[in-house]
């Protein structure tokens, strides 16, 4: 290696490796500690000695109906934001890409300004909102006519995952809308104009000539909503209370952190968390596998 050579290594050494110090520090070691810490029994409570246990903690998780329920959840919450916010920002981005409302720009501005606000913030609000006593109780009491009616969805495990549903498509359909709004404006409008000149309708250019352009933003925002999903902590804790309610709408990261750091019975379970931690990361990269291998099917982002 010439003189040349080596400064140009020693150049680029520098400039890549502070960047990648960060990185191993701050992402690659608590992944690989995370990922260890889950075949060990480790507990600062028990003076941090730890026995390697194997698979002991994934037999553990899923033996346990906690994980389950959690699980379930967030599938509700998975296709929420695949069902409900995708399909929502899609539609609310071709009515202001064709132009269909007045004041297009104040309208997008009022779908995205959740973006711009604390989700605790955000939830704290929808969690008064659906409180017994809160504005929701007090139009169900105008319109029944019966002042002993109260908003009981977020009190019942078999419906407390809906008002939570509404509010994750409220907070996060402006997100989606902005992305798609982005893609469509790359669209050139003169296809559009000569369909509508041979005589296309508006859903045949909806089908048939916007759609197929926009199969690779669709995938992208699909992968961002599944990741999103799974790791989606604060604003359900914000909405929740402690106690039944919290149990009632848990999702795998909230697991995780009880687990970890809350469990009464048994707390710092820090391996047992971190099998958990780590499911999560295998549930999304599977998720986001398949949604790949469903794009793939569609040609998505082949045909733009």
């Known amino acids: 290696m010439n003189k040349r050579d080596q400064k140009e290594l020693m150049v680029f050494l520098g400039m890549i490796g502070p960047g990648l110090l960060v990185y191993l520090f701050i992402v690659a070691y608590p992944i690989l500690y995370s990922a260890w810490l889950s075949f060990t029994d480790f507990n600062p409570n028990s003076g941090g000695d730890w026995s390697f246990v194997g698979l002991l903690q994934y037999k553990t998780m899923v033996e346990d109906p906690n994980f389950w329920h959690a699980f379930k959840n967030n599938m ?35 779908v995205f300004l959740p973006q711009f606000l604390s989700t605790i913030v955000i939830g704290i609000l929808w969690k008064r ?16 006519g019966d002042p ?25 359909t402006g997100f989606y809308m902005l992305i798609f709004l982005a893609n469509l404006q790359k669209i050139d409008k003169s296809m559009v104009e000569a369909a509508k000149i041979d005589g296309a309708t508006e859903p045949q250019i909806f089908t048939r000539i916007i759609m197929p352009l926009m199969t690779g933003a669709i995938l992208v925002s699909a992968i961002l909503a599944i990741a999103g999903s799974l790791k989606g902590f604060d604003l359900i804790f914000a909405m929740t209370t402690q106690g039944l309610q919290r149990n009632n709408a848990m999702v795998l990261p909230i697991f995780m952190y009880q687990t970890a750091f809350q469990d009464y019975r048994n707390p710092m379970r820090f391996a047992y968390g971190s099998a958990i931690s780590n499911a999560i990361v295998i549930i999304s990269m599977v998720m986001i596998l398949f949604s790949n291998w469903v794009g793939s099917k569609f040609n998505a982002g082949e045909d733009y």
Request: no cysteine; aromatic share 18%.
């Open 76 to 110: 509700i919450v998975v296709a929420v934001s695949a069902f409900g916010q995708i399909p929502i920002g899609f539609v609310l981005a071709y009515i202001l890409f064709r132009n269909r409302v007045k004041w297009g720009h104040f309208f997008q501005a009022m």
């Open 129 to 144: 909102m659906f409180a017994a006593d809160g504005p929701a109780s007090r139009i169900i009491q105008i319109f029944s």
């Open 148 to 172: 002993s009616r109260q908003f009981d969805l977020m009190l019942k495990a078999d419906t407390v995952m809906y008002p939570i549903g509404f509010a994750l498509i409220w907070m996060y």
